[in-house]
C-alpha cells in the first residue's frame, strides 16, 4: 500500500508504548488497592508519591518498557518481504524463534528460584521453632519492668505471691530475658593463677530461675534460698571450655571491672555449678561464654518476671497475677509477653521474606504462565497442518498432545538447570546468617522444578489438547 519501512516501525513502537503506559496505569491503580495489605505483611508505612519527578520517572520507565518490547517487530518483522508474508510462510520462519523461547525459559528460571527461596525459607524457619533451645520457653508468662514495682523486697514478695496461684507451676525473676540479646551485658573474667583474662556474657538470675526455665544442671549446685550466693557464680559448658577449667567447681574467677576514674576492681567469684548449654541469644549466633550470677551480687534487683502457667489456664492466670500487680504497684502499668512469643519474633524479618518470597513467585509464575499460553497457542498453529497430517497418518491424541509438550518440557527443563545453581548459590548465602540452620536438600530443588513442570503443563494442555482434536479436514484446508 506503500508504507515505508520507517513508518511501520513507528506504528509498532507507538502501539507498544501505549500499551505500557496503559498498564503502568492499570498497575498504579493495583499498587493504590494493594499497599495497605503490603504494609501489614511488612509492617512498613509505604506510601505511593505522585511527586513530579516520580510521575516523570514512571512514565520513562513505561516509555523504555514499550520500546524495548516493540523493538523486535518494529525493527525486525517490519523488514520482512511483503511477497513472503503475504504467501503465508512467515509464520513458520525460524526468526524470533531463540527470543520468544529464551523470554520463556528466564520467566520460569526466576520462578524456579523464588520457589525454592519460598521452600528454603520455611523449613529454615520450621527448624528455628522446633530446635530445641536448651531451656523450656513454652506457657512462660514473662512479667516486664518488675523494677517498677519499687524495691527489690516488693519483687521478692511479687515472684512469691505469683508462685502460690493455682494456675502457677514455678516462677522466678531475672534481670535478662532469653533472646533479648541487649539484655545479657559482657564481663572481664580472669581465672586464678592464669593471667589471661577472658569476656563472657553475664547474666543476673534470681534463685529458682535455671529450675523454671527447665535449664539442665550439669554438675554442682544452683543459686538457692538461704545461702549466700553473692559471690557465686555458674557457669555454662561454652565457657567451661573456653577457660579450660578441668574441675571447675570450687574454682575461683577474678572479675575485673574498669572504674570510671580509670582504677581497676577485681572481686574473686567461686564457681558453683555448671549448666548445659542454652540458646540465650538467636539461633544467628552460636552459644557463647555465658556467666550466671545471683541478684544477691546486685542487692537483689530484678527486671523480669518469669511465670510457667499451666496448660489452659492462661486467663485465669494473667488476671490473678495482674491483681497481685496492682495490689503493690497500683499505678504502674501491668505489661506482659510470652517468652515464645518474644523468641520467635527475632525472626519476624525472616518470617516476612518468606511470605513475600511466596507472593513473587506467585505472580512470577503467572507471569511465565501467560507467556506460555500465548506461546503455546502461537506453535499450536504454526504446526495445524502437521498435526494434521499425523492424525491422518494414525497419530492418537495422546501422541500429538505429547509432541506439543515435548518442546515447553525441554524449556521448563533448562529454566531448571539454570536455576538450581544460582538459587543454591542464593540461599546458601542467606543461610549463612544462622550460626544453626538447615542442609539445603536436592529434594527441594526437585520440589520446586516438579512443581513449575506442572503448572506448564496445566498451561498448555488447553492449547494442545484443543490442537490434537480438530478435524484433520478442516486443519489441513487452505486458508
Known amino acids: 500500500m506503500g508504507s515505508l519501512k520507517g513508518q511501520l516501525v513507528g506504528q509498532f513502537l507507538s502501539e507498544s508504548m501505549l500499551i505500557s503506559l496503559i498498564a503502568m496505569a492499570l498497575a498504579i491503580v493495583i499498587i493504590q488497592f494493594a499497599l495497605p495489605a503490603f504494609n501489614q505483611l511488612t509492617e512498613k508505612p509505604l506510601a505511593l508519591s505522585f511527586h513530579p519527578l516520580i510521575v516523570l520517572a514512571l512514565l520513562a520507565l513505561a516509555l523504555f518498557i514499550g520500546f524495548l518490547a516493540g523493538s523486535y517487530p518494529a525493527f525486525v518483522l517490519s523488514g520482512f518481504n511483503p511477497v513472503v508474508v503475504m504467501k503465508g510462510s512467515f509464520g513458520s520462519s525460524g526468526k524470533g524463534r531463540w527470543l520468544r523461547n529464551s523470554l520463556v525459559i528466564f520467566q520460569f528460571t526466576i520462578s524456579i528460584i523464588l520457589i525454592v527461596g519460598t521452600l528454603v525459607v520455611q523449613q529454615q524457619m520450621r527448624y528455628i521453632q522446633n530446635k530445641s533451645l536448651g531451656f523450656d520457653k513454652e506457657q512462660m508468662l514473662v512479667v516486664e519492668r518488675a523494677f517498677a514495682l519499687g524495691t527489690p523486697q516488693k519483687e521478692k514478695t511479687f515472684i512469691e505471691e505469683v508462685r502460690q496461684l493455682p494456675e502457677v507451676s514455678a516462677a522466678s525473676g531475672s534481670q535478662a530475658l532469653p533472646g533479648r540479646e541487649s539484655d545479657f551485658f ?285 478435524n484433520p479436514v478442516k486443519s489441513l484446508k487452505s486458508e
Open 186 to 470: 559482657g564481663a572481664f573474667f580472669q581465672p586464678e593463677g592464669s593471667s589471661e583474662i577472658l569476656t563472657t556474657k553475664t547474666m543476673v538470675v534470681a534463685d529458682d530461675l535455671i529450675e523454671t526455665l527447665g535449664i539442665q544442671l550439669v554438675e554442682g549446685r544452683l543459686f538457692a534460698e538461704g545461702t549466700n550466693d553473692s559471690l557465686n557464680i555458674l557457669l555454662n559448658e561454652s565457657a567451661v571450655k573456653t577457660m579450660g577449667l578441668k574441675d571447675p567447681i570450687g574454682r575461683k574467677l577474678i572479675n575485673v571491672q574498669q572504674q570510671p576514674d580509670g582504677s581497676t576492681l577485681t572481686l574473686p567469684f567461686t564457681v558453683i555449678g555448671v549448666v548445659k548449654d542454652f540458646h540465650f541469644q538467636s539461633l544467628r549466633d552460636q552459644i557463647t561464654p555465658l556467666v550466671l550470677q545471683s541478684t544477691e551480687t546486685v542487692g537483689g534487683n530484678i527486671g523480669i518476671v518469669m511465670a510457667r502457667i499451666k496448660a489452659g489456664e492462661y486467663e485465669s492466670a494473667i488476671s490473678n497475677i495482674e491483681q497481685k500487680w496492682k495490689a503493690l504497684a497500683p499505678e504502674q502499668p501491668f505489661r506482659y509477653v510470652f517468652l515464645d512469643e518474644n523468641f520467635n519474633a527475632q525472626y519476624k524479618g525472616e518470617q516476612q521474606a518468606g511470605k513475600m518470597f511466596a507472593i513473587f513467585a506467585a505472580l512470577a509464575i503467572l507471569v511465565a504462565c501467560v507467556g506460555l499460553f500465548g506461546l503455546s497457542a502461537y506453535t499450536a498453529h504454526l504446526r495445524t497442518k502437521e498435526i494434521g497430517i499425523r492424525k491422518v497418518l494414525g497419530a492418537s491424541v495422546n501422541s500429538v498432545v505429547m509432541l506439543l509438550a515435548k518442546d515447553f518440557t525441554k524449556m521448563v527443563v533448562i529454566s531448571f538447570l539454570i536455576a538450581v545453581p544460582a538459587s543454591w548459590y542464593l540461599m546458601s548465602t542467606w543461610l549463612e546468617r544462622f550460626a544453626y540452620r538447615i542442609s539445603l536438600s536436592p529434594v527441594t530443588f526437585i520440589a520446586a522444578g516438579g512443581i513449575t513442570l506442572f503448572i506448564a503443563w496445566l498451561t498448555v494442555s488447553f492449547q494442545t489438547i484443543k490442537a490434537a482434536v480438530i
